[in-house]
């Protein structure tokens, strides 16, 4: 079988070794495997944004794509590695949660752990996982080879609950999952939550400011009007038309977001 698709998501920066490294592991076992760069620059150790990213590209992918995410802060402890398909692709990460937002519309067919000592590298450095564990498995899936092979098969794994915002009859609270590069605040609270309700009919609570409405594009307000809209991967997000609503509302992942109908 012609080796397919791997993506790549991490914390490994753009600088340094890292990265090159895990890639360099990718085309020794899967020479002819594309890989694609998701990003390399999700805050360290932050693994709630990196399953944000990681669920926002699985529809844009071929099914049979290996998808290797990367955020770590348990590397070298005895957190599990697991390989995960979902939805056509497989997913090969720590067990610390990074599969949430994945999971979350796409229930998986099959979580094994990744335990086999034949599917790795000769040495294995006890805080570099992704290049000498993660990565083998990533290429043995996407060179076609059985899943069995990679370890035993799990009932249960970790998911994190930021992905979900406490509701109520008319309400909910939910936090700012990701920050995005134009400083958009990216929230928990999906177009799932919002119902049939009339857009206009939502009034939104962020960092002491409030927002009436929801609108559907940036146009539809003038330039620096702070904004609440549905993005395009079906999160509430908070913006400044043409600015910045991180550096405005001083507000990043973590930022309570309260959503009420008001009628």
């Known amino acids: 079988m012609r080796p397919g698709i791997i993506t790549l998501t991490t914390d490994f920066g753009l600088h340094g070794p890292y990265v090159a490294a895990v890639k360099g592991v990718l085309l020794e076992r899967a020479p002819d495997v594309t890989i694609v760069d998701v990003s390399h620059t999700i805050a360290p150790q932050n693994v709630l944004e990196g399953g944000f990213v990681l669920a926002n590209i699985v529809d844009a992918f071929p099914a049979g794509t290996v998808h290797l995410a990367v955020v770590d802060p348990g590397v070298g402890t005895d957190r599990r590695l697991i390989a995960v398909a979902s939805a056509g692709h497989w997913f090969v990460l720590p067990d610390n949660g990074l599969i949430t937002g994945v999971i979350r519309c796409r229930p998986p067919d099959e979580v094994r752990a990744i335990t086999s000592p034949t599917i790795r590298r000769a040495l294995v450095s006890s805080t570099f996982h992704g290049r000498d564990?993660?990565?083998?498995?990533?290429?043995?899936?996407?060179m076609g080879q059985s899943p069995e092979?990679?370890?035993?098969?799990?009932?249960?794994?970790?998911?994190?609950?930021?992905?979900?915002?406490?509701?109520?009859?008319?309400?909910?609270?939910g936090e700012v999952i990701f920050k995005d590069t134009f400083g958009n605040l990216i929230t928990n609270i999906h177009t799932d939550h919002l119902g049939l309700t009339p857009a206009e009919c939502w009034e939104i609570e962020i960092a002491g400011e409030r927002i009436v409405g929801i609108v559907g594009t940036y146009g539809e307000r003038s330039p620096g009007q702070l904004i609440a809209l549905t993005g395009s991967s079906g999160w509430l997000e908070v913006a400044v038309v043409n600015g910045d609503a991180a550096r405005l509302l001083s507000a990043g992942a973590g930022t309570t977001v309260r959503i009420r109908m008001t009628n």
């Open 133 to 142: 564990l993660l990565a083998p498995a990533a290429a043995h899936l996407a």
């Open 149 to 173: 092979e990679l370890g035993p098969k799990l009932e249960r794994f970790i998911t994190l609950r930021n992905f979900e915002p406490t509701r109520e009859d008319r309400s909910a609270v």
